[in-house]
């Protein structure tokens, strides 16, 4: 933040809901703040003027090097937590979450995702692995584990061939 920088008090984000045989796409990150390790799926801030749709475009293209096709907004989440840095006194965040598909290859180096940000962590989370997983925030982990409870399988697609892109 620079130095004459007000922080911001309430933070607008837009994320994906990306599935591929059975594993969900997060990103492993630390909270600074408290040093509690959590999982977040990919996205990131709108940009005034900015559409949702645009936003995760942009933020996979920056974080992933790679394409998406955004679908319909299927959850909305309000969080109020701590802040993970130091000097934040609370952050307060409104997500919106999109289902989306991958529309090109992520790159790897044969056991990990690669990311041109270096603070970026991404992997594949198994879905049978997400009721003990520390995905934030809890709400869209409790979404997730009961829409995959709905079609009693391990391997729910998050994409539907009739939706078309938002």
């Given at each position: 933040m620079k130095e004459n920088e007000k922080p911001k008090d309430r933070d607008l984000i837009a994320r994906a809901i990306v599935v591929q045989e059975g594993a969900v796409l997060v990103n492993r990150s630390r909270n600074a703040k408290t040093g509690e390790e959590y999982f977040a799926l990919p996205g990131g801030h709108i940009?005034?003027?900015?559409?949702?749709?645009?936003?995760?475009?942009?933020?996979?293209?920056?974080?992933?090097?790679?394409?998406?096709?955004?679908?319909?907004?299927?959850?909305?989440?309000e969080s109020i937590y701590a802040g993970r840095r130091a000097e934040e006194?609370?952050?307060?965040?409104l997500v919106?979450?999109?289902?989306?598909?991958?529309?090109?290859e992520l790159k790897s180096n044969g056991k990990e995702i690669q990311s041109p940000e270096k603070d970026k962590n991404f992997q594949w989370l198994p879905l049978e692995n997400l009721p003990d997983s520390n995905l934030l925030p809890?709400?869209?982990?409790?979404?997730?584990?009961?829409?995959?409870?709905?079609?009693?399988?391990?391997?729910?697609?998050?994409?539907?061939?009739?939706?078309?892109?938002?």
């Open positions: 940009d005034p003027g900015e559409s949702s749709v645009d936003a995760l475009e942009r933020e996979f293209e920056e974080e992933l090097d790679a394409r998406i096709a955004v679908y319909d907004l299927c959850f909305v989440s006194t609370q952050r307060h965040e919106l979450y999109f289902h989306g598909d991958l529309t090109s809890e709400s869209i982990k409790n979404y997730l584990i009961s829409i995959i409870a709905e079609t009693e399988t391990q391997n729910y697609d998050f994409s539907d061939s009739t939706q078309t892109p938002a």
